[in-house]
């Protein structure tokens, strides 16, 4: 009997075990499905703080924004879209033309407090900590501080920034995961590619493995990490290796969507044109890339959206409200099925719909 | 009657032993490195595929390198090489993509305005007789604003399949074409600074203009014509790196300049030792990638091959001084 009863506990449990994998991979499927749904409809706007007068409360308030470089497109569209918001509401908002060299930051900061601005916003990634110094003297002088579009929602602000516009970094990673897993029939092998100089690049990246690693713990990810000034000599050399070291890679995440450029030219040597890639910025010529096939798809965002986000944010600092934790700006897949509703050719901002300023503007009392 | 041997000329056979040694040690290292890397990694780094693949991904690094070599080679140096790619790069994507150009006249355009921006920089540090690192830095930096300016700072994807095909999609062996051009550019200038009297003179002129000016050499000329084809060079660069990636960005491509200084003087200890020299500089693009790429196989940290790649440049430098007994260096 108890031969018996062992050879029959056995052969349960391994018809349990056996059903398990099936059932969770299901699952995870499920899971990883219901994610990319999620983000595959044109967004509608939610309010994320009270409304309140904004003309009544701006009228006497300006704000000084110094973003990383203007001689980056994000930046340039980002900057447009907070100075439309600015113009809504009838307020001062000043651009800082600089081409990242951080003494023209540093001029930027003497220039608003020189000036009188009311607000100072460093956007579009400059790391508010690389002017410590000067950001600490503005507050004394009575600025504020905030940061548009750099910490990830996980991250802690620097403490002499008042308010950050943060972004759901880790949200654009659970989609790439999500994505990676549907598309690779939940057996991926991915190559992540990021870049740790870059503030929100660690919990992105750590977001696409813990994701993948719940969808499935035995799935294979290997990780390089890419400085910034170094995308163009060392991701082509670093794809081409891994893909060499490990021929099962079947999913390239390059996190930030302009690597992709260099992406494409080591799958093309490496003959691995069976691997596939997604990333992540919305960045129009990858959105072409999207719509001609050699990306098969794009996280975008909407930077008109981000850019009411972010002065909502700054306005609200400056009427003493409280500040949302995120600029709430929602993430869209962009695949070959919509790649054209981004624009031939695709633009920063075309897709998402326009409801953010309908939306924004009943939130700040300029319509009924 | 039998052949005595002294001992001067048992030092003399030593001497051209160290010569030899010395010309080819840097092909001896970059055979250790890959002998070490495939005993380390038996199954995936000595395969064709690996083999293929280091080749074909460095075209445009071994290219810019030749560029700058040119007027290196000359005692000139030219900083705007890989403004003028990046720049070269962009106006082929804008002029192909943008406005409607076949890509062979882009193609052609590319490399002509290459060879005006060289012809530029010949006029300025001849004309008014000014260093060529002040001319070339200026220009360089103008080109970058040009650069930003026609491409309303935005990268521009779309350039035709057909230079994409060209360049690495269509193989020889297995190895995409881009090797190959990079190949028969080094050869070309090999050849030509070995065996044709321009090339004898540019070398004449790096070495001592004044001796070459009062030996009847046109200086001026030769150094004119130097920056000329560096700048042609270059363009050629900026081609194979838009055929690379199908695309245009407007400033990633300045990050290989140094990579392709570090070549040059890497090849510079090599082959024709003390000289720069273009399969001196093959060599040494490929012994770096080599080293790169079973680096990143391995696994290693992306600051790991900073540390190869600083390191290698001074370790292959100073051992080659080492040879020589420490001599003052005169690169040209």
């Not at chain 1, 660690?202 to 890419?226: A, H, M, W």
């Not at chain 2, 003179?201 to 790096?206: H, N």
């Amino acid at each position: 009997m108890r031969f018996h009863g062992l050879t029959l506990t056995t052969g349960a449990l391994a018809a349990f075990s056996a059903m398990m994998p099936v059932s969770a991979s299901a699952d995870a499927m499920a899971d990883a499905q219901a994610v990319l749904d999620a983000h595959r409809v044109v967004p509608e706007f939610n309010p994320l703080g009270s409304p309140f007068d904004a003309t009544a409360c701006m009228a006497d308030k300006s704000v000084f924004s110094i973003p990383v470089n203007m001689a980056i497109p994000f930046n340039v569209e980002l900057q447009k879209a907070m100075r439309r918001a600015a113009e809504d509401v009838g307020f001062t908002y000043t651009t800082w033309e600089n081409q990242g060299a951080s003494d023209s930051w540093i001029q930027g900061v003497n220039q608003a407090i020189a000036q009188d601005y009311s607000l100072i916003d460093v956007a579009g990634g400059l790391n508010p900590e690389m002017l410590a110094p000067q950001l600490r003297e503005a507050k004394a002088a009575g600025l504020a501080v905030t940061t548009t579009h750099l910490y990830d929602e996980s991250q802690e602000q620097a403490d002499f920034v008042d308010a950050s516009a943060k972004v759901d970094y880790r949200r654009a990673g659970e989609i790439l995961a999500a994505w990676a897993f549907v598309e690779t029939a939940g057996k991926p092998n991915v190559l992540i590619i990021g870049s740790d100089d870059v503030l929100p690049s660690i919990p992105f990246v750590e977001q696409i493995k813990e994701s993948l690693g719940e969808y499935c713990p035995d799935c294979k990810t290997r990780y390089l990490n890419v400085p910034v000034n170094e995308w163009a000599t060392r991701i082509q050399s670093g794809t081409q290796s891994a893909l060499l070291a490990d021929q099962g890679i079947n999913y390239i995440l390059p996190i930030y969507d302009s690597m992709t450029q260099f992406v494409t030219p080591a799958l093309r040597i490496a003959g691995a044109s069976n691997v596939g890639m997604a990333s992540y910025n919305g960045t129009p010529f990858v959105l072409d890339m999207v719509r001609d096939g050699t990306v098969q798809m794009d996280v975008g965002e909407s930077l008109g959206w981000a850019g009411y986000a972010a002065v909502d944010a700054q306005m609200r600092v400056l009427c003493g409200l409280e500040v949302p934790e995120s600029l709430g700006i929602p993430l869209l897949i962009f695949d070959a099925s919509n790649a054209e509703t981004a624009g031939v050719p695709a633009d920063f901002d075309s897709g998402y719909g326009d409801g953010h300023i309908s939306g924004f503007r009943k939130l700040w009392g300029l319509e009924g | 009657m039998s052949v005595v041997e002294t001992p001067q000329s048992n030092r003399l056979s030593a001497e051209i032993l160290k010569k030899e040694f010395e010309r080819f040690a840097l092909l001896m290292a970059w055979g250790l490195l890959f002998i070490l890397f495939s005993m380390l990694l038996p199954d995936t780094f000595m395969t064709w595929r690996t083999v293929s693949s280091m080749l074909g991904s460095q075209a445009v690094l071994v290219v810019l390198a030749l560029a700058i070599l040119v007027p290196l080679t000359s005692g000139d140096f030219d900083l705007s090489a890989a403004s003028t790619l990046v720049f070269t790069a962009m106006f082929l994507a804008v002029s192909n993509v943008n406005w409607g150009w076949s890509i062979g006249a882009s193609v052609i355009a590319a490399l002509l305005l290459g060879g005006f921006i060289g012809a530029v920089n010949a006029f300025f540090v001849l004309y008014f007789r000014i260093h060529s690192l002040i001319i070339t830095l200026g220009l360089g930096t103008f080109l970058n604003g040009m650069t930003l300016w026609i491409s309303d700072s935005r990268t521009i994807a779309g350039v035709s399949m057909k230079l994409v095909e060209l360049v690495v999609i269509k193989r020889l062996l297995g190895v995409p074409m881009a090797f190959y051009y990079g190949l028969a550019v080094a050869v070309i200038m090999w050849w030509a600074l070995e065996y044709t009297i321009t090339g004898r003179k540019l070398l004449f002129v790096g070495r001592g203009r004044e001796v070459a000016r009062l030996n009847g050499v046109s200086v001026d000329r030769v150094r004119a014509t130097s920056f000329a084809a560096s700048g042609i060079l270059a363009a050629l660069a900026g081609v194979l790196y838009t055929g690379m990636t199908g695309s245009a960005d407007p400033t990633s491509g300045l990050s290989l300049l140094l990579p392709a200084f570090a070549a040059a003087f890497l090849g510079a200890t090599a082959i024709y030792p003390g000289r720069f020299n273009p399969v001196g500089t093959l060599v040494g693009v490929y012994f770096l990638i080599t080293g790169i790429t079973g680096l990143t196989m391995l696994g290693a940290d992306a600051f790991v091959q900073s540390l190869f790649y600083g390191g290698a440049l001074i370790v292959a430098v100073s051992l080659s001084q080492l040879v020589r007994k420490r001599q003052p260096q005169n690169f040209g």
